[in-house]
Nanobody
Framework: QVQLVESGGGLVQPGGSLRLSCAAS????????MGWYRQAPGKQRELVAH???????NYVESVKGRFTISRDNAKNTVYLQMNSLKPEDTAVYSC???????????????WGQGTQVTVSS
């Protein structure tokens, strides 16, 4: 199991930047993949960015070139640097982690509590 705690959300003007942090309660070396989901009111949850334990990274098309996901293994923390923010980026952002469950022979998903990001003038 793992606990994930996000921080760094808030209110920012269009064009501004925010950095989200996700601190894990265990070494992230043991976590198969980590990432960030977001959900805006009335919309489906979408995977914004994720990074594997091997370092491979993927982004949803709408944030490519603006968002950067990274990890600090020493701090057991994953970051999402968000630049050139747009009003349509407004959502609750949740940290996600995926760990292999050897007993059940499947991946288990874990979630943080979520942090609100609001982009508005």
């Amino acid at each position: 199991q793992v606990q994930l705690v996000e921080s760094g959300g808030g209110l920012v003007q269009p064009g501004g930047s925010l950095r989200l942090s996700c601190a894990a309660s265990r070494s992230i070396f043991s976590i198969y993949a980590m990432g960030w989901y977001r959900q805006a009111p009335g919309k489906q949850r979408e995977l914004v960015a994720h990074i594997s334990s091997g370092g491979s990274i993927n982004y949803v098309e709408s944030v490519k070139g603006r968002f950067t996901i990274s990890r600090d293994n020493a701090k057991n923390t994953v970051y999402l640097q968000m630049n050139s923010l747009k009003p349509e980026d407004t959502a609750v952002y949740s940290c996600w982690g995926q760990i292999w469950n050897g007993l059940k022979m499947k991946m288990d998903d874990y979630w943080g509590q979520g942090t609100q990001v609001t982009v508005s003038s």
